[in-house]
């Protein structure tokens, strides 16, 4: 099984200033067949379901603002929040695809 | 507008079986990749099952593997987890979701296992 470890468990930031969650995968997320890591972030908020942000490491999904950005390649990734606003007090997941599917433990993001 | 409404879940004893509906409209359930995650009280993320776009293939975490099968009818557009032998561990909200990686959720049901 694919194991995905997430850096830090919480993150407190002011607003305005950069925010990094950090991703680590146990085997490498580049598929030969596309080329692409299969790698995504999410972001759920206090009783809503997750909302898919990153795909494919750093393709960002419909409606995700520009400040979200994802980067990284093989089995180190990261999500950066370039500019945190109050809406983005959420917990962030990392998954892989690669091979059915593999959730982080979760990254909380508040306001310092 | 493409859209999950689960259902089926609630209370149940420690050994025994509930049925989740997943009904999808806005897009018929058999064109993409369809899964279950589920989510503890307090506690992350984790990916039940899945059925694939290929052949009715269908895929399972090893927490769950013998005890829950995942099925979809294409007639009722609607996709299923029918869950035996539960425990309390398996006491979560349950979403479904839409596609590779998961891109469309639904709001979730509750199953909670307890005595």
């Known amino acids: 099984d694919i194991v995905m470890t997430q850096s830090p468990d919480s993150l407190a930031v002011s607003l305005g200033e950069r925010a990094t969650i950090n991703c680590k995968s146990s085997?490498?997320?580049?598929?030969?067949?596309?080329?692409?890591?299969?790698l995504a972030w999410y972001q759920q908020k206090p009783g809503q379901p997750p909302k898919l942000l990153i795909y494919?490491?750093?393709t960002r999904g419909s409606g995700v603002p520009d400040r979200f950005s994802g980067s990284g390649s093989g089995t180190d990734f990261s999500l950066t929040i370039s500019s945190l606003q109050a809406e983005d007090v959420a917990v962030y997941y990392c998954?892989?695809?690669?091979?059915?599917?593999?959730f982080g433990q979760g990254t909380k993001v508040e306001v310092k | 507008e493409v859209q999950l409404l689960e259902s089926g879940g609630g209370l149940v004893q420690p050994g025994g079986s509930l049925r989740l509906s997943c009904a999808a409209s806005?897009?018929?359930?058999?064109?993409?990749?369809m899964s279950w995650v589920r989510q503890a009280p307090g506690k992350g993320l984790e990916w039940v099952s899945t059925?694939?776009?290929?052949?009715?293939?269908?895929y399972y975490a090893d927490s769950v593997k013998g005890r829950f099968t995942i099925s979809r009818d294409s007639s009722k557009n609607t996709l299923y987890l029918q869950m035996n032998s539960l425990r309390p561990e398996d006491t979560a909200v349950y979403y479904c979701?839409?596609?590779?990686?998961?891109?469309?959720w639904g709001q979730g049901t509750t199953v909670t296992v307890s005595s």
């Open positions: 806005g897009f018929t359930v058999s064109c993409c990749a």
């Open positions: 979701a839409k596609d590779r990686p998961e891109s469309v």
């Open positions: 085997q490498s997320l580049l598929h030969s067949s596309n080329n692409k890591n299969h």
């Open positions: 494919w490491a750093s």
């Open positions: 059925f694939g776009t290929s052949g009715g293939d269908t």
């Open positions: 998954q892989q695809y690669y091979y059915t599917r593999t």
